[in-house]
T-cell receptor, first 110, second 111 residues
Framework: RKEVEQDPGPFNVPEGATVAFNCTYS??????FFWYRQDCRKEPKLLMS???SGNEDGRFTAQLNRASQYISLLIRDSKLSDSATYLC???????????FGAGTQVVVTP | DTAVSQTPKYLVTQMGNDKSIKCEQN?????MYWYKQDSKKFLKIMFS???????INETVPNRFSPKSPDKAHLNLHINSLELGDSAVYFC??????????FGPGTRLTVT
């Protein structure tokens, strides 16, 4: 099993709709998780952190399910500008070393 | 002001050549990183320096050599370039280990 697995998508979402996708991780000892966003041909940027059960930031909600070892990201009221690849990130046992998933592509259409 | 900058942005070179990529951050962070993102979009860490000291050294060919002259700069030198080295190389820096700020990337094409 890969350390971090994501559905590559693409998830094609009409503007204004809700989209959700998951990320599974293998290290049951992981305590914190992160979602980064990467626009096409751009650098990744931190979107949200997930420490306990979940986190909400505006239209974005991240949830953690420790029992099943997955985190999810939900985007409500999707905007065209939400089109991007969303990278699930899980810390490893080494300080500063993050394990990035391959990303889930979201395409918001008018 | 650019927080993390890299030069060059694009690099096209032939197999066997030696090339360097430079990275600078003006965020005052102590830790800097080099990542490689291949054609399948996997972002993999290569090296990390904390205050000029190497702290992460992943399994990469020894043709790759990082160098940190000071904590604001982290350069990557690559010897004897191979076709498989073609990728986007990202530099990043952080104060908190989880919030890493990435540079715009250097798109390396080896022909």
């Amino acid at each position: 099993r890969k350390e971090v697995e994501q559905d590559p998508g693409p998830f094609n979402v009409p503007e204004g709709a809700t989209v959700a996708f998951n990320c599974t991780y293998s290290n049951s000892a992981s305590q914190s998780f992160f979602w980064y966003r990467q626009d096409c041909r751009k650098e990744p940027k931190l979107l949200m952190s997930v420490y306990s059960s979940g986190n909400e930031d505006g239209r974005f909600t991240a949830q953690l399910n420790r029992a099943s070892q997955y985190i999810s990201l939900l985007i409500r009221d999707s905007k065209l500008s939400d089109s991007a690849t969303y990278l699930c990130v899980v810390p490893t046992d080494s300080w500063g070393k993050l394990q990035f998933g391959a990303g889930t592509q979201v395409v918001v259409t008018p | 002001d650019t927080a993390v900058s890299q030069t060059p942005k694009y690099l096209v070179t032939q197999m066997g050549n030696d090339k360097s990529i430079k990275c600078e951050q003006n965020l005052g962070h102590d830790t800097m990183y080099w990542y490689k993102q291949d054609s399948k979009k996997f972002l993999k860490i290569m090296f990390s320096y904390n205050n000029k000291e190497l702290i992460i050294n992943e399994t990469v060919p020894n043709r790759f050599s990082p160098k940190s002259p000071d904590k604001a700069h982290l350069n990557l030198h690559i010897n004897s370039l191979e076709l498989g080295d073609s990728a986007v190389y990202f530099c990043a820096s952080s104060r908190e280990w989880y919030e890493q700020y990435f540079g715009p990337g250097t798109r390396l094409t080896v022909t």
